[in-house]
């Protein structure tokens, strides 16, 4: 069964170092998402992306994130200078309709640790 | 921001019974709600889903029933086994353009043997 896959699994980075987060969604899927949950707290939209623009983005995804599919197969988030409140795990998902009554398939997630 | 509320942090039950997971909304443009099930260490894993327009949809052991007017839905897993035993969390989409889909904080689902 196709699955949304992520990369590294687990991030320990420095305050104020340049992350980026991998993802690759499942592969005839057009919809691409980014969430975070932070310890004990709810799972957290940040950004939808589709045809190589952000279509949404919440609060949260402020100027230090970006998003960008570099090519037919990944899709990224990076995170410009980190901060303590950063750490979280952070989920990829992906659908393949623009219907909202389709189904988003979510990644393993990365942790982020920074220090 | 309480939009999806699940207000029991967790639920234990026996294998073979019922477990009933049970989820409030406050919004009432969410026309699309669905439950994750999660593992520690694993993303959230789709379960079943269901449209407002529909007030019951069942895929083999799970149901999932909306009262809208309650602004209430519920996820019943029959009979429960210890496998099940994993975070559920609710989730609800508005449409009308916005895809995002907003989260409660989950109930921890345990399946004594």
């Known amino acids: 069964e196709p699955e949304v896959t992520q990369t590294p699994s687990h991030q320990v980075t420095q305050m104020g170092q340049e992350v980026i987060l991998r993802c690759v969604p499942i592969s005839n899927h057009l919809y691409f998402y980014w969430y975070r949950q932070i310890l004990g707290q709810k799972v957290e939209f940040l950004v939808s992306f589709y045809n190589n623009e952000i279509s949404e983005k919440s609060e949260i995804f402020d100027d230090q994130f970006s998003v960008e599919r570099p090519d037919g197969s990944n899709f990224t988030l990076k995170i410009r200078s980190t901060k303590l409140e950063d750490s979280a795990m952070y989920f990829c998902?992906?659908?393949?309709?623009?219907?909202?009554?389709?189904?988003?398939?979510f990644g393993p997630g990365t942790r982020l640790t920074v220090l | 921001d309480q939009q999806v509320k699940q207000n029991s942090p967790s639920l234990s039950v026996q294998e073979g019974r019922i477990s009933i997971l049970n989820c409030d909304y406050t919004?009432?443009?969410?026309?699309?709600f669905l439950w994750y099930k999660k593992y520690p260490a694993e993303g959230p894993t789709f379960l079943i889903s269901?449209?407002?327009?529909?007030d019951k949809n069942e895929d083999g052991r799970f149901t999932v029933f909306l009262n809208k007017s309650a602004k209430h839905l519920s996820l019943h897993i029959v009979p429960s086994q210890p496998g099940d035993s994993a975070v559920y969390f609710c989730?609800?989409?508005?449409?009308?353009?916005?895809?995002?889909?907003?989260f409660g904080k989950g109930t921890k689902l345990t399946v004594n043997p």
């Open positions: 919004n009432s443009m969410f026309d699309y």
């Open positions: 269901i449209s407002s327009i529909k």
């Open positions: 989730a609800a989409s508005a449409g009308g353009g916005s895809e995002k889909l907003v």
């Open positions: 998902a992906s659908k393949q309709l623009w219907s909202s009554t389709d189904t988003q398939y």
